[in-house]
């Protein structure tokens, strides 16, 4: 009998360990990530092309603003206006940057790796960049100073940083953190929540005055791109078919 001793186990890489979550995954879920992610870019690209050609060519408001925006200036009251403007400090410009702050680093203290929040700091990031470009490439004026409720905003209007902020921060924690887990319904649920928080977003932009609603839906569309691009790339890196 040979008296060799059996190999050891080989510990896992600094790589493995901290910056990169394997897992393993049948060949048709791994097939399945990709089509979700190839299906949301698209459908986000599309969309977002297809209101930025009506806002172009048909002049400053486009077809489906007017009506929803009137409507919406039906509804006003105090107590409704100040819980929109509550809800615009919460996704505003210096709300949002301090919470992917806390998030990403309390997730890697937490989890003891830093591929997710990494990967949702760079979906921020890259959300937000490209909207900064796009409204200065498009120029957009927004809605009339008359109707603005929380003090006077020049910049362009199209797409909404608000917005986009809001739904990226939602969607890709929806799917970084939630996606994870044993139970589909759990991820459904965080979609679904994470759904209703971006239309909230949204309305409140345009009641307040400082969006037309399809700079808010354009938003949504972009956020649907990086979230397919980052489902894309956390496929790529992560997923391992199983033997």
Known sequence: MSNAAPP???SPSFREKFIVEVRGVSASTKRAS????????IVGLVGFVSLLTIVVTQGEVAPIDEPFLEWLLSTHSEVLTAVMIWLAIIFGPVAVPIAVLIVAIGWS?????????????????AGLLV?????????????????????????????SGHVAGAADFM??????????RARPKTAALSFTIAGVLIIVAGVSRI???YHWPSD????????????????????????????
């Open 109 to 125: 203290i937490r989890s003891k790796h830093i591929w997710r929040p990494l990967l949702f700091t760079m979906g921020m990031t």
């Open 131 to 159: 909207v900064q470009v796009v409204t200065r490439v498009v120029g957009r004026e927004r809605p009339p100073l008359d109707q603005m409720l929380f003090g006077a905003d020049l910049t362009p209007s199209f797409p």
């Open 34 to 41: 990709y089509r979700w992610a190839l299906t949301l870019a």
């Open 207 to 209: 009641y307040l005055g």
């Open 216 to 243: 808010a839906l354009a938003s949504v569309f972009l956020s649907l791109t990086v979230l397919g691009g980052v489902i894309g790339l956390d496929t790529y890196r992560t997923m391992r078919v199983k033997p």
């Open 171 to 180: 969607l890709l924690i929806a799917y970084l953190v939630f996606s994870r």
């Open 8 to 10: 050891r186990p080989t």
